[in-house]
């Protein structure tokens, strides 16, 4: 039975990679300190081949027993948190990656790093291919994300290179489904809740930004194809379907029935302009494109907020 580590189980992404590693059989061992993450998103699991241990992973990762994978998915991953975390942000992304590969290399297992569109910072080519560098901005709010996972990525290579450890690395578009926090800022939840309790959407700038969105089980389906194949440079997984943020405001209301309209907020600094991914390394390596409806993936992440209540 292949026995797979997973950082930030219990996290939006890691819970949905938990639950599907243990449907294709495999042993899982959840890591995750609970700071961004949360038990109500692995309460549901009774297998007796997981297991979740509380340990922020950028202390050293004792772990008995052999290992056949290693997926690094612990970090804050939406704006507000890395402003309100930007220590713990650049720690995890960096030390965290030390360790979680330090890990994978003791055990000689296969390792993938939960990379990100954000390497490639407010973007001047569009859509977006892997051989984009980026235009980051190493020292405004947003820096410690970016550049946390650009270092993570610098050290997943450095690994692959000089320890020849098997590594992949996934560059992960704007995701959305259930378990995401309501109130972690990121636009879904933030719409939804907004929508839900018959509020105006709070559009930052004049929303002409753009953004794609992928379903969740669309990425975990690019994740697992990625971790099998035998891509060794980063692949983007994202959804083709990019929307202004505008566009996807109306959208929320008219799912929601909301009629409380749309007003405008600031824009956050560095907010990118455009994201879109080129994901044709992803079709042709991987077989992969993301299928789910956004009008479907929207109602079951809507079902899910109003399943666990909307007054958190
Ligand atoms: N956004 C917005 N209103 C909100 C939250 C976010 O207009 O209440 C915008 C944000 O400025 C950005 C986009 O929606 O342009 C996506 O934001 P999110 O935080 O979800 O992710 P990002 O892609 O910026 O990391």
Redesign the pocket.
């Known amino acids: 039975m292949p026995r797979t580590i997973i950082t930030g189980g219990a996290g939006f992404l890691g819970s949905h990679l938990v639950d599907r590693f243990l449907a294709e059989g495999h042993e899982v061992v959840a890591i995750d300190n609970l700071v961004t993450g949360s038990l109500a998103n692995i309460d549901h699991i009774r297998s007796e081949r997981f297991r979740f241990i509380k340990q922020d992973v950028t202390e050293y990762l004792y772990i008995t027993g052999p290992v056949d994978y290693v997926l690094h998915f612990a970090s804050p991953a939406?704006?507000i948190d890395y402003l309100k975390l930007p220590i713990q942000t650049l720690k995890v992304g960096a030390l965290g990656t030390h360790k979680s590969l330090g890990l994978a290399r003791e055990k000689k297992a296969r390792f993938l790093l939960a990379s990100t569109s954000?390497v490639y910072g407010d973007p001047q080519v569009h859509p977006q291919p892997e051989t984009y560098w980026g235009h980051v901005n190493p020292i405004g709010p947003r820096g410690v994300y970016d550049e946390a996972k650009r270092f993570a990525e610098a050290m997943t290579m450095a690994y692959q290179r000089y320890h020849g450890l098997e590594t992949r690395i996934v560059r992960i578009f704007?995701t959305y489904g259930p378990r995401m926090r309501l109130r972690d800022?990121?636009?879904?939840p933030?719409?939804v809740d907004q929508a839900l309790h018959g509020q105006p959407l709070?559009?930052?700038?004049d929303?002409s930004?753009t953004?794609s969105f992928t379903y969740v089980d669309d990425l975990v389906e690019g994740i697992w194809r990625l971790l099998h194949s035998d891509e060794r440079e980063p692949v983007n997984i994202g959804s083709q379907d990019e929307y202004t943020?505008l566009q996807f405001a109306q959208l929320i209301n008219r799912l929601t029935g909301n009629t409380a309209g749309i007003i405008h907020?600031e824009?956050?600094i560095d907010?990118?302009r455009t994201?879109r991914p080129d994901i044709t390394k992803a079709r042709e390596r991987l077989g992969w494109e993301s299928k789910a409806p956004i009008e479907e993936g929207l109602r079951q992440t809507i079902e899910y907020f109003l399943k666990v209540g909307i007054e958190g």
């Open positions: 939406s704006p954000e704007n800022g990121r636009v879904v933030a719409f709070t559009v930052f700038g929303g930004q953004r943020i907020k824009l956050p907010d990118p994201r």
